[in-house]
């Protein structure tokens, strides 16, 4: 979590760091199931409040470490931006992460990072959980807080708070379509 922010706009770059909203969601479908359905990123876009579409950026075109792919994002204000993300992790059933580059495109130093983990359950469920970390490199929440610094706490709270439940509102969305998919593999309950 972030420490609580001074009024130095300065300050604000270090206390972003580090900001982290996780989610979870228990889905009765088998692990490789989940897996293939969270590193779609082509199917983001039907379940998240935010991410309203995801593209694979040329080969391999997909989930693989060194993949690369776009995430065109709305916020409820309207106001629309484009991301260039990289694949760190694709450990079919257990892991997917990314990260999202800053205008530097340095992975190492990325704007946020992503990961989803999935656990199996007995009977051939999921534990899923999802979490986004700030930094530690350059973002428009960073900037906005740093325009704002008397108000930096709040903006920082309320972001956090937002991509907690549009995580939350996504877990559920995949959820539904991975329960009525006829491979789910998971037991009576």
């Not at 450990?91 to 946020?112: I, K, M, Q, T, Y």
Request: hydrophobic share 40%; proline share 8%; charged share 25%.
């Amino acid at each position: 979590m972030t420490e609580s922010l001074g009024t130095d706009g300065g300050q604000v770059a270090d206390e972003v760091t580090g900001l982290t909203a996780a989610a979870e969601e228990v889905v009765a479908a088998r692990p490789e199931l989940v897996w293939d359905l969270v590193a779609d990123i082509t199917r983001v876009g039907g379940w998240s409040p935010e991410c309203i579409r995801a593209a694979w950026l040329g080969e391999p075109g997909r989930p693989q470490p060194g993949a690369r792919f776009t995430g065109h994002n709305r916020f409820p204000n309207g106001f629309e931006y484009e991301v260039t993300c990289v694949v760190t992790e694709a450990e079919r059933p257990r892991a997917f992460a990314w990260v999202v580059l800053d205008d530097s495109g340095d992975p190492a130093c990325p704007s946020s990072s992503w990961r989803y983990r999935i656990d199996p359950l007995p009977g051939g469920g999921s534990r899923v959980r999802q979490r986004f970390t700030h930094g530690p490199g350059t973002s428009y929440l960073r900037e906005v807080a740093a325009k704002a610094p008397n108000r930096a706490a709040e903006i920082v709270a309320a972001r956090r708070d937002g991509l907690r439940a549009n995580m939350t509102a996504t877990l559920r969305a995949m959820k539904a379509a991975a329960e009525s998919s006829p491979a789910t593999g998971a037991g009576p309950g």
